[in-house]
């Protein structure tokens, strides 16, 4: 039976990139019945500097958000990277498979890292080792993510290979990345052309889960757009980045498609649309905001929450674990 796992960083605020490509997608894996992990990459969040109380405050926030959201620890696994040591012990074991020109190659690192390579962390350098230790300390086959880490499963795919290759077993499946819907790509409101992102230092840039309804007004009010009204068809957006980012943002948030949308708005101005993009953003959203505030009210349970989660967790990645370390000849 397949097994489901992803993760997030507590970095910043949940933005909406984050709940349309990823979140929301975790909520309906659960919801079929398959069974799911979901964590909260503290260990991957502090590849880059992270202030220890932010990294508190946004690790039971993101737990608020995945419970606002509909995931429900009787359904899922839900739990914080760092109270499973396993996952750091599979990933010196692929840090050990990987190869330094695999790694070389991920974009995410050159993005992240920027012109001064050499001040990058260590950890930024080898975080998708650790990724794919995540994945694979459950032998987990499915992973929904974002667009933007397609990479990074690649690696993980060829990290399993590897393994099983270098000592003639075959032990780590063969992980899919499960990258659907119109939203897997969302693009910053100041950029059609950069992914909307957590850390982007411009907060006009993205819609938070935490933002009330006069700032996402605002924000979409405000969000970059060319001259035009929306075009009649679909290939009216071909190269409108900004525009067909709005038109995939909004049936994203209906549940519809950005053809359903064009049949609505084709030809309406952006002073018409952004306005009724708000409304059904402040409508969706505001429901999530205020549950998360309010279960922000009380982190001891949600520390229980996560602590229940991690027991779980533990106890299916000990074993595999112990198998890695039998295969490698560890004497245990
Ligand atoms: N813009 C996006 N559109 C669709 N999906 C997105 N994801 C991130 N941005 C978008 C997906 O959200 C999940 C969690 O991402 P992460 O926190 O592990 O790191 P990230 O991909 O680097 O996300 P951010 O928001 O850009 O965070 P920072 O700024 O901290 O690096 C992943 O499944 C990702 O694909």
């Known amino acids: 039976t397949p097994r489901v796992f992803s993760g997030i960083q507590p970095t910043n605020h949940l933005q909406l990139g984050n709940y349309l490509g990823a979140v929301k997608r975790f909520v309906d894996m659960q919801n079929s019945g398959i069974e799911t992990l979901y964590c909260i990459v503290d260990l991957h969040a502090i590849t880059v500097w992270q202030d220890p109380a ?31 040591p396993e996952h750091v012990q599979l990933a010196w074991v692929f840090n050990c498979v990987a190869r330094m020109g695999w790694l070389n190659r991920m974009t995410q690192f050159k993005d992240k890292a920027g012109k001064n390579r050499e001040a990058a962390s260590v950890g930024l350098f080898t975080y998708p080792s650790l990724m794919a230790a995540d994945i694979l300390a459950y032998h987990a086959t499915k992973v929904p993510v974002g667009e933007d880490q397609k990479q990074h499963l690649e690696l993980t795919r060829d990290i399993a290979i590897k393994f099983n290759n270098d000592y003639g077993v075959d032990f780590f499946p063969v992980t899919e990345p499960v990258i659907e819907g119109v939203a897997t790509r969302v693009m910053s409101l100041r950029d059609g052309s950069k992914k909307m992102s957590k850390s982007d230092p411009s907060d006009m840039s993205r819609i938070n889960l935490t933002d009330d309804a006069d700032t996402i007004a605002k924000k979409f009010r405000k969000a970059k757009t060319d001259p035009e009204p929306l075009p009649e068809t679909l290939d009216g957006l071909a190269d409108r980045p900004e525009a067909r980012n709005l038109v995939n943002i909004y049936a994203a948030l209906g549940d519809s498609t950005a053809d359903a949308v064009i ?7 952006f002073s018409d649309f952004k306005p009724r993009l708000a409304d059904l953003a402040v409508e969706k959203l505001s429901p999530l905001s205020s549950e998360m505030s309010r279960l922000m009210q009380d982190p001891a349970e949600i520390d229980r929450v996560l602590e229940g989660g ?20 560890m004497v245990t």
Request: charge should be positive; avoid cysteine.
């Open 263 to 269: 049949a609505e708005f084709g030809g309406r101005s």
């Open 54 to 84: 932010d990294l508190t405050r946004a690790t039971r926030e993101l737990a608020a958000g995945y419970l606002a959201s509909g995931l429900d620890p009787a359904k899922s696994i839900l739990f914080n990277q760092a109270r499973v």
């Open 310 to 329: 991690a027991e779980r967790a533990r106890a299916i990645a000990a074993p595999i674990l112990k198998r890695t370390y039998e295969i490698v000849g």
